[in-house]
């Protein structure tokens, strides 16, 4: 059955870096992007990007580019999400989803459990 | 970007109700729209993608409609495992985005 299982939770100090991982089973991990979303707490979901994981293309949310490197090792089918300089507005639940894209759908079908990062002083 | 705005955010229903959620795009999105559900402390699980095709697993009660602008989630004889955040998504283009949520309460 596809699995994605995400590391565990962090605690950074404003202006450090969290990589986050998301390891993919079940699945030809090339066939599907992988894209991350973040929670707030309390709040909606933000899509921060996307990468192929068949050739490493990447797409990032305008208010994170230059931030936010999103990378995949296919050896281990696990895909990363760093985030840079962090601010307190980063706490958040980050979630891995794996995302079909064709010509006709594009969706996010199965997810990772999450993790959470706070960031604090 | 694309700004999604769902209605209401908030409502309120018993168990057997039929409930419709809508979810209005800035702009056409064609049918590229999917439909997710969210529990405390769970990730969100796809309802609907491309309007209206029903996900693998997902209870026939669960029903998307719509193209253009405007879609709609009903949801036929709530069940209590029903009681959720709902979340439309456009995935005509990036950066994908959400509407803000319905919560879907007792």
């Known amino acids: 059955q596809v699995q994605l299982v995400q590391s565990g939770a962090e605690g950074k100090k404003p202006g450090a870096s969290v990589k986050v991982s998301c390891k993919a089973s079940g699945y030809t991990f090339t066939t599907y992007g992988i894209s991350w979303v973040r929670q707030a707490p309390g709040q909606g979901l933000e899509w921060m990007g996307w990468i192929s994981a068949d050739n490493g293309n990447t797409d990032y949310a305008q208010n994170l580019q230059g931030r936010v490197t999103m990378t995949t090792d296919t050896s281990t089918t696990t895909a990363y999400m760093e985030l840079r300089s962090l601010r307190s507005d980063d706490t958040a639940v980050y979630l891995c989803?794996?995302?079909?894209?064709?010509?006709?759908?594009?969706?996010?079908?199965?997810w990772g459990q999450g993790t959470l990062v706070t960031v604090s002083s | 970007d694309i700004q999604m705005t769902q209605s209401p955010s908030s409502l309120s229903a018993s168990v057997g109700d039929r409930v419709t959620i809508t979810c209005r795009a800035s702009?056409?999105?064609?049918?590229?729209l999917n439909w997710y559900q969210q529990k405390p402390g769970n990730a969100p699980k796809l309802l609907i993608y491309?309007?209206?095709s029903l996900q693998s697993g997902v209870p026939s009660r669960f029903s998307g409609s719509g193209s253009g602008t405007d879609f709609t989630l009903t949801i036929t004889s709530l069940q209590s495992e029903d009681f959720a955040t709902y979340y439309c998504?456009?995935?005509?283009?990036?950066?994908?985005?959400f509407g803000q949520g319905t919560k879907v309460e007792i």
């Open positions: 998504q456009q995935s005509y283009s990036s950066p994908r985005t």
């Open positions: 989803a794996r995302h079909l894209v064709t010509s006709s759908e594009d969706y996010f079908d199965y």
């Open positions: 702009q056409s999105i064609s049918s590229y």
């Open positions: 491309a309007a209206s």
